[in-house]
């Protein structure tokens, strides 16, 4: 029971790293090439972990060629936008001002029912705000209203808004996120001092602290067990 336990865990450490070197896009987010290598990548992973009998490498080394493949695909796509565009296609115009096109529809093999529901999964639900909509080579609608659906803002209202701060994670369950401390210009002694203000001797005993780029802070601490 060991040993398929320990090559299990071995792989299953490994197609993450894999998958990791593919990039951070969610798997909705996926162009087609990254989604059957994804599919490929585990199936391949699955042979060795049910057949003990099967050396460990022979999982190992195929999804090594499928990751390596798809980083030189892509960075070749990333240089020819004609190669990118032969293997992701085109996006593709469904609405413009509020008439669906048909063509389009058909050829994308998307139903109205479908669009329907993308669309109100955008909450729009009248067609004839749409000025313009857009199939993307990841299966996700763009959607633009038109300008007299939009939501109000303060610039379409003609009044000057200064951007509020924006807050960062500086600790989290007790872990210190050293990697934000340049942008806010912080340090672990400014941290220090800020946790003493609020009588908190130890980060463990922080649950979270936010601190946004004009130096305000918010700190919650842990519950007590």
Same mark, same amino acid.
């Given at each position: 029971?060991?040993?398929?336990?320990?090559?299990?865990?071995?792989?299953?450490?490994?197609?993450?790293?894999?998958?990791?070197?593919?990039?951070?896009?969610?798997?909705?987010?996926?162009?087609?090439? $990254?989604?059957?290598?994804?599919?490929? #990548?585990?199936?391949? =992973? +699955? !042979?060795?972990?049910?057949? &003990?009998?099967?050396?460990?490498?022979?999982?190992?080394?195929?999804?090594?060629?499928?990751?390596?493949?798809?980083?030189?695909?892509?960075?070749?796509?990333?240089?020819?936008?004609?190669?990118?565009?032969?293997?992701?296609?085109?996006?593709?115009?469904?609405?413009?001002?509020?008439?669906?096109?048909?063509?389009?529809?058909?050829?994308?093999?998307?139903?109205?029912?479908?669009?329907? $529901?993308?669309?109100?999964?955008?909450? #729009?639900?009248?067609? =004839? +705000? !749409?000025?313009?909509?857009? &199939?993307?080579?990841?299966?996700?609608?763009?959607?633009?209203?038109?300008?007299?659906?939009?939501?109000?803002?303060?610039?379409?209202?003609?009044?000057?808004?200064?951007?509020?701060?924006?807050?960062?994670?500086?600790?989290?369950?007790?872990?210190?996120?050293?990697?934000?401390?340049?942008?806010?210009?912080?340090?672990?002694?400014?941290?220090?001092?800020?946790?003493?203000?609020?009588?908190?001797?130890?980060?463990?005993?922080?649950?979270?602290?936010?601190? +946004?780029?004009?130096?305000?802070?918010?700190?919650?601490?842990?519950?007590?067990?």
């Amino acid at each position: 029971m060991f040993i398929p336990f320990v090559r299990t865990l071995i792989l299953y450490i490994f197609v993450i790293v894999a998958i990791r070197m593919m990039g951070k896009r969610q798997v909705g987010e996926m162009q087609p090439t $990254e989604l059957v290598i994804t599919i490929l #990548v585990s199936a391949v =992973a +699955s !042979v060795p972990m049910q057949n &003990l009998d099967i050396p460990l490498s022979y999982g190992v080394v195929p999804i090594l060629t499928l990751i390596s493949a798809e980083i030189f695909v892509s960075f070749i796509a990333l240089k020819i936008p004609r190669f990118r565009e032969i293997l992701t296609g085109k996006p593709v115009i469904i609405i413009v001002d509020g008439v669906i096109d048909q063509k389009a529809l058909k050829a994308t093999r998307l139903s109205v029912e479908e669009l329907q $529901e993308d669309l109100r999964l955008k909450d #729009v639900f009248d067609l =004839a +705000s !749409v000025r313009l909509a857009r &199939l993307e080579t990841n299966g996700q609608l763009s959607v633009l209203l038109k300008d007299r659906n939009q939501p109000v803002t303060p610039e379409i209202m003609g009044q000057k808004v200064k951007d509020s701060p924006v807050y960062y994670t500086v600790i989290a369950d007790g872990y210190v996120n050293r990697d934000i401390f340049e942008i806010i210009g912080i340090d672990s002694e400014w941290v220090g001092s800020e946790l003493k203000k609020k009588g908190i001797t130890s980060i463990k005993d922080v649950f979270l602290m936010l601190c +946004s780029t004009d130096k305000k802070v918010a700190i919650i601490k842990k519950e007590d067990k």
